[in-house]
């Protein structure tokens, strides 16, 4: 009898150790440049490591999707604007006479792009929060798992 209930804690406790150690901890985010530098129990993790955790989250990966959105419009300006910019330069490089309208389209391109990028980015960094405040929420709740056994009038209770 023993033994079957020394099991069952042994089991019950490995599930519950799993299942909290896959939360990694909480994201914090730091202006590091002209861009963001994200860090995980002290250690520095890269975009696709940040994008990677934030997927396995449901309701970051929502916040996400909406970010992926602009993605695309954010991408094919950018892209193009610098295309666009580029070309009257090599116009001039080469020596013939550039048309310096092109390169004012791609610098009006690159600044419509902005919008875009600034609110893919915004929507990154509401999901981190969503997925912090996630693991705020799992560590509020206490996991209260009581086993009883009595033997000669004395009960042992233990508390996960």
């Given at each position: ?153 004395a009960s042992f209770v233990?508390?996960?």
């Open positions: 009898m023993k033994a079957s209930l020394l099991l069952l804690l042994l089991g019950l406790s490995s599930v519950l150790n799993v299942s909290f150690a896959q939360h990694g901890g909480e994201i914090i985010v730091q202006k590091k440049g002209l861009g963001f530098a994200y860090y995980q129990q002290g250690s520095q993790i890269s975009k696709k490591q940040l994008l990677h955790i934030l997927d396995q989250h449901p309701e970051a990966r929502k916040e996400l999707q909406k970010g992926h959105r602009n993605t695309l419009p954010a991408s094919v300006l950018t892209y193009a604007g610098g295309l666009l910019i580029s070309y009257p330069m090599s116009k001039q490089l080469v020596g013939t006479q550039p048309n310096w309208l092109v390169s004012g389209a791609g610098a009006s391109m690159l600044t419509f792009s902005i919008p875009f990028a600034g609110a893919k980015m915004k929507r990154e960094h509401q999901a981190i929060q969503v997925y912090n405040q996630g693991l705020q929420s799992a560590k509020r709740q206490h996991t209260d798992l009581r086993v009883g056994y009595a033997y000669n009038r233990f508390t996960f």
